[in-house]
């Protein structure tokens, strides 16, 4: 299927919270897995976090402990949580429906999140 597009994005304070959603059928199986990326302008693409059946959620040290990722199957939908968002999380976010590169990650359309001091 086509690579979902994220929604939620916005223009926050530092400290503040935003929640992204992202929907695909893809998601409707309890085998499915959510895999977030970001990328700020001139940055390389990474991925932040994967959330799945086989293991407990996954994210990148520099979100660790803000970012609780989740996956609603009945609701065919993922959900990333960001919480106490820093200047540095300002980037566009994708999402995909299994782990792939990042170039795959960052290569469909994505939601810009901008994070203000």
């Known amino acids: 299927g086509a690579q979902p597009v994220p929604i939620g994005g916005g223009s926050v304070q530092a400290g503040g919270s935003l929640t992204l959603s992202c929907t695909s059928s893809e998601f409707s199986s309890a085998d499915s897995e959510a895999a977030w990326y970001r990328q700020h302008s001139g940055q390389p693409c990474e991925l932040i976090s994967l959330?799945?059946?086989?293991?407990?959620?996954w994210y990148v040290a520099t979100v660790k402990g803000r970012f609780a990722a989740s996956l609603n199957n009945a609701k065919k939908t993922a959900y990333l949580q960001m919480h106490d968002l820093e200047t540095d999380d300002t980037a566009v976010y994708y999402c995909?429906?299994?782990?792939?590169?990042?170039?795959?990650?960052?290569g469909g359309r994505g939601t810009e999140v901008i994070v203000s001091s």
């Open positions: 959330v799945g059946p086989k293991t407990s959620p």
């Open positions: 995909l429906t299994k782990l792939d590169t990042p170039s795959v990650g960052c």
